[in-house]
């Protein structure tokens, strides 16, 4: 069906107004470009330079070299041309009739000089676009005839045309006839319906108000996950851009036929962004799924289950232990585990009724779980498994009323779908955003699903212990289940049908998982809901009334225990800040030196052992039998290895939340920041970031000349009988050896110094490759320290060294006297080494003796090998503001896996396929790396801010933790100081199968764009 698109065209100059533009196209490349440079501008601009002059470019001047962009040039009558790093037309004009146009599609790139062409690219060569450049100036040259035209990519700027919403309301009231006429049908061909909440469904229990309580606890004190920041963003950014955008990567393209659960946050957005808000959906869906559970899955796993206490109990542990470290953020597994728990109760419930209304319902909610994540095709597992039996019903129906009126309503139930997915976007439109998708990456072959079991047991975040461990005990259910069914045909106890079909679901999940194109381990999150379910199963499955019931118990705890030594092998890891404070983080579980795997390990041990002896106590034929279990108390002794292991797992969990929050009570942490939303309107981690103010204006001055002499107070050392040497040179004075204060080469540290600083503004040493001695030391002068007023003030010097190196930096503190400045404190900074590139070193003024009124830097590079070097700058004592206040209203880019702890900050916006600049960008520095696929190579902002301004850091430190790493803000100064484009829009009516032709071809996700 055909939609509204928005058009956009940039067009230049605006008015007489030549002032260069900055312009970043989101998807990188022009739909179409165009220019026309009249002669007479040629000409005149020509004259009057004395070099190069530039006519138009795409990229400013300060980026020719990388080779992105087009740019044109004339020199002395000769027109020289550029076109993605390559030089494409040198050509001489004419006198007169020398008009210069440019034209570009993705078909052809064409440079024409009074009509005949000079370079013609044919494919899709495109230079990058992020602006307007040029040096013609309005005032002294001719502009009449001067014309620049860029059609920024806008296919995905669309909404529904009345036709299309008529025919979309129409198939939704089409399916609720079809859905009635179901319901009648089913009343007179099947049994009687059961009421939609059986008698006592609403009434809670103690354990669903614990599991209610933790879902509820765990949105304040629970971690972020990687994507959240990615999520949200997409949601905030929706309205302005016009449609969900995928705003951090893919170069913009829409995120259907996958998102719309993300509108759901889009609509949430317009109250609060705050992140307890925002996990809101996250708790609601966990309650849902637990009522599902225990409502509708485990009755129809049998009698026995469904009175069984423990085993509600066993099934609430393990349900905690995969929703917590899975599906609290933002990501979409839970809405495919709740999905899928929808479809396998349908199918039960169709099955049990005989009724069809429960099939047309369950494929209704695969579908749109399937539209919300690729993940969600684990919801058409239930029909897959039951597919026999669903025959059946459907084969047994249709002889009384004809396949028509059976299978029509199905369609429309599993079609449906459609109208969500292609809501505001066409057939077209989504092709190529998927094409585009699957180019970039990461897209992954069902082949290569070992990788998302080789990142489970990974040193991350992604192969932490709370991750590992509900994986590996579905596993040890499944296949325990497995080898009981297969063993004695059913599952004592256990409806045979409802039991067989939980296993072979469980079993084709982990099947279509692998379908999936990427391998995350959040994926595993949908199976939170049918992990519960098996736990129950299984506690049924290996509980046992028979003398043997001792033996199967031990046997399967030696199993559980042996799990959770396998999970507690990985770190106590989670994503960006929420590791901060958490014990154990980076490393496995350890108890008073013992690694906590060990120690489970023996454990299991112990219980093998036991299973052992019970096993040959059984085959003893002397050994009477003793009394029969009762099959309630052997469910409940099956049951509490479950409860046991399992609660300790999740109360695990919540500790090293509570620690984190415990250890980070003087700085930050996510919980702590979550808990303020609620008593206050806090901007989480923004508001404990410390910003500098004007760092190069903060620099402290060197006290005169004649107070420079340090008083010497070395006491004499009583010489050695029969030394011949003399005691050595230990001057305290000033001194510069092997140091330098200008760039040996580019890779000198001192040739990009830090915060923007320059060498002329800042004072700065380096060790970096001196070729007259491979070690040096640097002791500067005195500065001066102010003495008033030091509560919450900073000595701060900016340091750079590698690691491992005979490199060390020490500050030293005085006090000045008649006799000259007298040493009374030093402080190692660094030793040996650094993190290898340049840090800010701070030392709170408030800890120095009052006397202290002065302070110098001193440093040692004692390494002979050309990698070894340090770097300093001179001290600086700055005041400061917070990251809210210094920011406030502006537009920010922010890195996605930090976006979700800043609740107060403006992401940079996008609107006609044109993005916002912004004035900041704030990084998660190295707390999480994962920011960088945003760049170049993946099509997100990172490839096109690059291009458009230079990004220096802002010295900045975290409360309470001045050395511990929280992000970095860079301050964006552009290349070019160019103004906002000037933009015509407009509006058309596109059929779905209508495109502007391909997007871009070149990128594949791990080379540079051109």
Known sequence: MPVVQDTARI?????????????????????????????????????????????????????????????????????IASNRAQQVARQPLPPEGCDIRITSDVHRTELTVAGTPIYTGQGDVRPRVVGIYTEIDETKDEVDGLDVSITPDTRYQSSPTGWKIAVGALGVAALIGCLIVVNRMDRRGARRAPRWAPVGWWKLTK??????????????????????????????????????????????????????????????????????????????????????????????????VRTS??????????????????????????VAAVGSLIALCAVERALVTRRLLPVCLGLLAAALTLAATPTGLIAVAPFLVAGRPLFQLLRQRARTVGWLPVLAPILGAGLLVLVVVFADQTLASVQEATRLRAQVGPNLSWFEELSRYQLLFSNSADGSAARRFPVLLLLLCTGACLVVLLRRGRIQGAALGPSRRLIGTVALFFLLLALTPTKWTHHFGAFAAVGAAMAALTALATSSTVLRSNRNRAAFLAGLLVVAALAMTGPNSYWFVSNLGV??????????????????????????????????????????????????????????????????????????????????RDSYSLGAANIDHVFGSGCNLSDHVMVENEPVSSMLTELPSDQQNTVDEKKEQPQQENNPLPPPEEDNGRVQTGFR?????????????????????????????????PVGKLRTNWYSVPRENREGRQAVISVASPPFKATRVVMEWGQITDEGVKVVRTNQVYGPGGPGFWQDVRFNLRDLPPEVDAMRIFAADDDFTEDGWVAVTGPRVPTFTTLTERIGKTPVYIDWPASFVYPCLNPMKMRDGIAELPKYRITAGALAFEGDVGGNAGGGPNGFLEEVAEQPDVPSYLIGQPDQSWGQLKQLEPYTNGRKPTVIHGSEVRPGWWSPGPGPEQPDGRQPTR
């Open 11 to 79: 067009v230049w100059p605006n008015g007489n107004d030549t002032q260069s533009v900055n312009a970043p196209l989101t998807g990188y490349w022009a739909q179409e470009l165009r220019a026309d440079i009249p002669c007479a501008t040629v000409l005149s601009l020509d004259e009057r330079s004395s070099g190069p002059a530039l006519l138009f470019a795409t990229v400013p001047e300060a980026r020719f070299d990388e080779g992105a962009g087009m740019h044109l040039q004339i020199d002395n009558g000769t027109l």
């Open 207 to 304: 354990r669903d108000a614990t599991v209610f309580a933790a879902l509820g606890a765990w949105v304040f004190i629970g971690p972020v996950t990687s994507d959240d920041g990615y999520i949200l963003t997409m949601a905030r950014v929706t309205e302005d851009a016009g449609y969900l955008p995928n705003y951090h990567r893919w170069f913009g393209v829409a995120e259907a036929p996958f998102g719309w659960f993300y509108h759901v946050y889009q609509l949430m957005g317009h109250v609060s962004v705050a992140p307890p808000w925002i996990r809101l959906p996250a708790f609601v869906l966990g309650v849902v799924s637990w009522l599902l559970i225990s409502r509708e899955v485990m009755p129809r796993l049998g009698k026995l």
């Open 309 to 334: 206490r423990a085993a509600g109990w066993a099934a609430a542990a393990v349900f905690l232990v995969w929703w917590l470290p899975f599906n609290t953020g933002t990501r979409p597994e839970p």
């Open 583 to 664: 014990p154990w983080a980076g490393v496995a579980p350890s108890i008073g030196g013992f690694a906590l795997s060990n120690i489970l390990l023996i454990a299991a041990g112990i219980a093998a052992v036991v299973a052992f002896i019970e096993n040959v106590r059984a085959q003893r034929s002397d050994l009477l039998p003793g009394a029969q279990e009762r099959r309630g108390y052997s469910l409940k002794m099956a049951s509490v290895s479950f409860v046991v292991v399992c609660g300790l797992v999740a109360a695990g969990e919540f500790a090293s939340m509570t620690m984190a929050i415990y250890q980070q």
């Open 741 to 773: 204060t200008e760039p040996a080469d580019p890779e000198d540290p001192i040739d990009e110094p830090p915060h923007g600083f320059t060498r002329d503004a800042v004072r700065m040493w380096s060790s970096y490759r001196n070729p007259d001695t």
